[in-house]
């Protein structure tokens, strides 16, 4: 590995974040800043019959909708969410106005003076209540060979339904935008993933051509899909807020705050139909999901997709049928969050897969060997199976290095092991990235290459791991290859740090830049080369009736959970989860190491202690007293291992890698779970109380 | 108005609060937590603050005359460290918070924020803890279960500041304590157990129960305890229905945020159990 692309050095951004000398958006202070607070709705439907306001003091203002210049609503895939309330507010914690000052203090007195009258509407608070009720944001479905005919052949017939809850983020920094009018240009400043995508709403709203706004990035302290759209909100509001005040305005969350208003994970449920075919195989599977996409659909109906077209899983269902439906309610809205929609069905149908060959009495691992998908083979949309699938070789390496085979034949009460198989399907959804037509540009500048893209350094590794493909290609150290500011005005729209497409995508475009740039370093000392991304003429998507590739490529893992749980309390201790992925090949391995370390212990964190119930559409956990993610004492042991799968269009052979982690673990475990109780396990979290209570019942 | 007053020595506090009713705070992390804000706001104290993190009285442990002293101000951390400190409450307070706030709290902070949920209570209930309470003109001793009347309340007076713990230096020879938390560090906790013993000649001597978060103040009944005491080692497995279904009118747990009644209530009994059956 000694002149590999993989062998590890040392992330650019780990100095600064290390000694705090990194400055985040609440570090930077601007020349006359005021600062903003929002005052929210605390009714979950309702109409605004009135807003009384207290006389202001000189030097402050409220921003409400009346100081949009343009449209107000968020630009995203479904352009649904007000910016400020129009006339009815949907959702406890929806923005309804700003309060702007110089001082925090008598902003919040002023906060408090607010007395909004509402008259109250009736509201949706579960999915369950949503389905009877037909409030459907969105409705797709798809279907491969034939499923009715299918079921007429099945000899058994088998039915479940699995549920999955609330995540939140937890980024370590909370969000936080200042917005800068100066200069005839509004100049936006803040923790992102999609510099784009804010540009694209302040357009919006402002109504003002593209020229006269600038986003900038300032250092992101974690995201994790939190700060894909959300962003986009505050920076409207704040944009809106320093075009009225002409002053600089920043405005950032408390954690409180933060919980209350953004977005989580897709809640869901999702009922399965399998037909069994005479060798016990699974011959048809019908898939109902249904998501919880809360108060707005935003970015859901892309969310749905993905968890549609990831249902099938690492498995090949000759006969199936998908349905998939968003469904609204006054809660929350829902939206990105690491893999995006799939973890939740890659849940619910390894979980199927388990249970059924636990019913039939053979080894859960070999039930799913029985039915793998490989190359050549169709996709669930009938797109095709094109690189190699070393799911075989993956599950070996797994099975090996947790030595599951002979632990899982000596089950022992309270003590159990599970296997999970996943995939990840690589880059945008669809034709989003034929859509997005991601765009870069190399700069060599005497013996130094500066490379513009908009993709974000989050804390993922990004940036060292771009600057890494250029250098590595043009052989030349780390510090002589740059990364131009994230800021609108100076870099290209590479597209969003979404998808796990930043490595794949915008890393292939800056591979293809470099070798060109290699080839012609010597003719001049200035050379600009820039690439914008065309999609392979191979795949085909119909977005109409999804048909087709839904994905180029995809990833693909395995994971094995070890667990105990206290036979008197129920608390589940994962001493152990054995991972093996294919990401192609690793542009890292120590920082992608770090990645999957990461999304394991967050996907865990999601599949037991991570507890979010909304109660009438009001969260009852709403700060980190209440809301427990695991900390560094609950961290297993993780043995994690790569095989090499070199992608043909990938830079140095490299797929996709960062949502990829966050599908294995908690099957992995809910799998263990089963094992060690003996009982099947259709829902997540698995908390101590749930626990209790099923085994109870099964006794 | 008075914000703070730092005083020099103990007398010193004793006097000013005496003029000044005001909030005593020592590592601050509960107190600020619960009179915090916003960002970039000052905490939501209403009367002046007394800091007494730093009062040498106060952060004294010593053994005299068959008793613990424990100041006040003594760091969580320190307890630990400490070797005239009971096994069983070491056992209590590794588990509690995460090591840069047990650097911080203090054990007579965890005592007057009286929460049901505070994890040195059942230990200071069980092993019949007092507290010196006092002010510039009096000092009073009481029993932890006298000082707690409910969650966030006490019967401390405005003018008199918790300066001791006492406890009697009693070894038990059994030491059970179970927290049942969310996570392994940095939770409060759902409930907790604690069950002191002592057996001799095969019979039980001394027992002590006491449960944590399943009741609006620690659970422990002398009278369960002592209808326990006495029975030979032997009879115990055959009795622990008996004990349980006589504690379970006592654990009254609440559903909140971070677990469920039921749940508290069953957990709190099957610890229990356990606890006794490991008697046997």
Known sequence: ?699 | MVEGFRPADLQEALEFMAKHPSIPIAGGTDLMIQKARGFGLKPDFNKPLLFIGHLRELRQISVRNGNIHIGASVLLNELIKNDKIPEALKMAVRQMASPPSRNLATIGGNICNASPAGDTLPYLYAADAFLVLKSSQAERKIPVGKFITGPGKTTLKSDELLTEIIIPDKVFSANYYKKVGTRKGMSLSKASFTGLADIESEKITDIRIAFGSVAPTIVRSREIEASIIGKPVSEIKNAVPEIVKKFAPLIRPIDDARSSAEYRKQVSLRLLENFLMKLT
């Not at chain 1, 405005?251 to 409180?256: A, G, P, T």
């Open chain 1, 1 to 699: 590995m000694k002149d590999s692309i993989s062998k590890p050095i040392t992330r650019v951004d780990a100095p600064a974040k290390i000694s705090g000398a990194a400055k985040y958006i609440g570090d930077i202070h601007f020349e006359n800043q005021l600062f903003a607070k929002t005052v929210r709705s605390d009714k979950p439907k309702a109409k605004i019959v009135s807003i009384k306001t207290p006389s202001l003091p000189d030097g402050y203002y409220i921003i409400d909708k009346n100081d949009i210049p343009g449209i107000n609503r968020m630009r995203t895939v479904v352009s649904d969410h007000p910016i400020f309330a129009d006339d009815e507010v949907n959702y406890i914690g929806q923005p309804i106005l700003l309060v702007v000052g110089p001082e925090r203090e008598k902003i919040y007195e002023i906060v408090s003076q607010i007395k909004i009258e509402y008259k109250d509407e009736s509201a949706v608070f579960s999915i369950e209540e949503a389905e009877e009720k037909g409030t459907v944001f969105t409705e797709y479905s798809y279907s491969k060979g034939e499923p009715e005919a299918a079921f007429h052949d099945a000899v058994k017939i088998i039915e479940d339904e699995y549920h999955t809850g609330l995540q939140e983020h937890v980024y370590l920094e909370p969000q936080g935008i200042t917005g800068e009018y100066k200069d005839e240009t509004m100049f936006i400043y803040g923790s992102m993933q999609c510099p784009f995508y804010v540009k694209g709403a302040i357009q919006d709203v402002l109504g003002w051509d593209s020229d006269r706004i600038r986003i900038i990035q300032s250092i992101t302290g974690g995201a994790f899909g939190g700060k894909e759209e959300f962003p986009s909100l505050m920076a409207c509001q704040v944009a809106v807020a320093s075009l009225k005040t002409k002053r600089p305005v920043q405005m950032i969350y408390d954690r409180d705050e933060d919980i209350i208003c953004s977005t989580k994970r897709h809640p869901s449920i999702v009922h399965y139909k399998a037909g069994l075919g005479k060798s016990n195989q699974v011959i048809v599977l019908n898939i109902d999901i249904i998501f919880d996409a809360g108060a707005y659909s935003e970015l859901s109906p892309v969310v749905l997709q993905r968890g549609m077209f990831s249902a099938t899983g690492v498995y090949n269902f000759p006969h199936l049928s998908v349905r998939g439906r968003n469904f609204m309610t006054n809660n929350v809205p829902s939206g990105a969050y690491r893999g995006f929609g799939a973890p939740q069905t890659i849940f619910g149908t390894e979980m199927l897969m388990h249970n059924i060959a636990v019913k039939l009495g053979v080894d859960p691992l070999k039930y799913k060997i029985n039915h793998l998908i490989k190359r050549g083979d169709p996709t669930c949309t009938g797109g095709k199976i094109r690189d190699e699938v070393k799911l075989l070789e993956i599950i070996e390496k797994v099975e090996k290095m947790s030595g599951y085979r002979r632990k899982i034949e000596r089950r022992k009460k309270f003590k159990g092991i599970g296997v999970s198989l996943f995939l990840h399907g690589c880059g945008f959804t669809g034709k989003g990235e034929a859509t997005i037509k991601g765009k870069i540009i190399l700069k060599k500048n005497g013996d130094t290459v500066i490379l513009k893209v908009s993709s974000v350094e989050m804390g993922q590794g990004a940036e060292t791991c771009l600057r890494k493909i250029v250098a590595h290609t043009l052989s030349l150290p780390m510090e002589k290859v740059i990364c131009e500011t994230i800021d609108t005005g100076l870099i290209p729209d590479s597209g969003p740090t979404v998808a796990s497409r930043t490595t794949m995508i915008v890393g292939g475009l800056l591979r293809q830049a470099s070798l060109e740039l290699k080839d012609c370093w010597n003719e001049a000392n200035e050379i600009e080369i820039s690439k914008t991304y065309k999609h392979p003429d191979f795949l085909s998507w119909d977005d109409d009736k999804f048909v087709g590739d839904a994905y180029p490529t995809y990833s693909w893992g395995a994971n094995v959970a070890e667990v105990e749980i206290d036979s008197l309390t129920y608390e589940i201790n994962v001493k152990k989860i054995s991972a093996v992925y294919d990401v192609g090949v690793p542009i890292d391995e120590k920082m992608l190491r770090g990645q999957m370390q990461g999304g394991i212990v967050q996907s865990i964190g999601w599949a037991t202690i991570e507890v979010m119930n909304s109660s009438k559409g009001k969260l009852a956990q709403h700060n980190l007293t209440d809301y427990k993610i695991p900390t560094s004492m609950d961290v297993p042991e993780i043995a994690c291992k790569f095989i090499e799968n070199p992608y043909e269009f990938g830079p140095f052979g490299a797929k996709c890698a960062g949502e990829l982690p966050s599908a294995g673990a908690p099957p992995a475990v809910a799998a263990a779970v089963s094992n060690a109780l003996g009982i099947p396990i259709k829902s997540i979290p698995l908390t101590p109380e749930y626990l209790m209570e099923i085994d109870k019942h099964e006794d």
